[in-house]
Nanobody
Framework: VQLQASGGGSVQAGDSLRLSCAAS????????MGWFRQAPGKEREFVAT????????YYTNSVKGRFIISRDNAKNTVALQMNSLKPEDTAVYYC?????????????????WGQGTQVTVSS
């Protein structure tokens, strides 16, 4: 399974970015997908996840109301729309493919990881 994340960049606080992740190598629509992030010197943390069908989503508290996760099973892609960005959102963002169709909020719930894309938000 290969995951290719894109869309990162450097923006100002309050701006928006849209991350995208393209998947290949297995039945994309059978597995949950997630986004995690890792800031320098910190552990990788959960950001958002979406069920295999796309009906269910879950977010970490710090991004609720600002970030939206979505997926297109016809195109094997998952996206993370990030609005009202804050400096504390600065991190490398990783997309991940789940071990099952159900959402997961821990790294052990994911079997495959993309290479990461840098998001930098300046004040």
């Amino acid at each position: 399974v290969q995951l290719q994340a894109s869309g990162g960049g450097s923006v100002q606080a309050g701006d928006s970015l849209r991350l995208s992740c393209a998947a290949s190598g297995r039945t994309f629509s059978s597995y949950a997908m997630g986004w995690f992030r890792q800031a320098p010197g910190k552990e990788r943390e959960f950001v958002a996840t979406i069920t295999a069908s796309g009906v269910g989503t879950y977010y970490t508290n710090s991004v609720k109301g600002r970030f939206i996760i979505s997926r297109d099973n016809a195109k094997n892609t998952v996206a993370l729309q990030m609005n009202s960005l804050k400096p504390e959102d600065t991190a490398v963002y990783y997309c991940a493919a789940g071990r099952s169709s159900a959402i997961a909020t821990v790294t052990s719930g994911y079997a495959y990881w993309g290479q990461g894309t840098q998001v930098t938000v300046s004040s």
